[in-house]
């Protein structure tokens, strides 16, 4: 069983920075890619940066230029840096895996953590 333990999230003022990291915890498996989503308060949860396990990576809009995704694939750990934070970014961000056992491919989320930006 995977487990990702998020951790990272908090209050900031709009420009400043924060960086959130997502660790998949447990044995037997490979991970095929990882990323992040957010939803805001009425809104549906969206894709905001996604790593594959060759280290591509793809952004939402929103936020290119100001957030980087990366991987340790040694730690099984992805990190997203944002930067120039808007008070628009405020959500609860969520870490995605979706992870190979042999053949067989499974969806896993963190339990979300909160990102707050202040005006």
């Known amino acids: 069983q995977v487990q990702l333990v998020e951790s990272g999230g908090g209050l900031v003022q709009a420009g400043g920075s924060l960086r959130l990291s997502c660790a998949a915890s447990?044995?037997?498996?490979?991970?095929?890619?990882m990323a992040w989503y957010r939803q805001a308060p009425g809104k549906q949860r969206e894709l905001v940066a996604i790593?594959?396990?060759?280290?591509?990576?793809n952004y939402a809009d929103s936020v290119k230029g100001r957030f980087t995704i990366s991987r340790d694939n040694a730690k099984n750990t992805v990190y997203l840096q944002m930067n120039s934070l808007k008070p628009e970014d405020t959500a609860v961000y969520y870490c995605?895996?979706?992870?190979?056992?042999?053949?067989?491919?499974?969806?896993?989320w963190g339990q979300g953590t909160q990102v707050t930006v202040s005006s």
């Open positions: 995605h895996a979706n992870i190979a056992y042999g053949s067989v491919n499974y969806a896993y």
């Open positions: 447990g044995s037997g498996f490979s991970i095929n890619f």
């Open positions: 790593c594959t396990s060759g280290g591509g990576t």
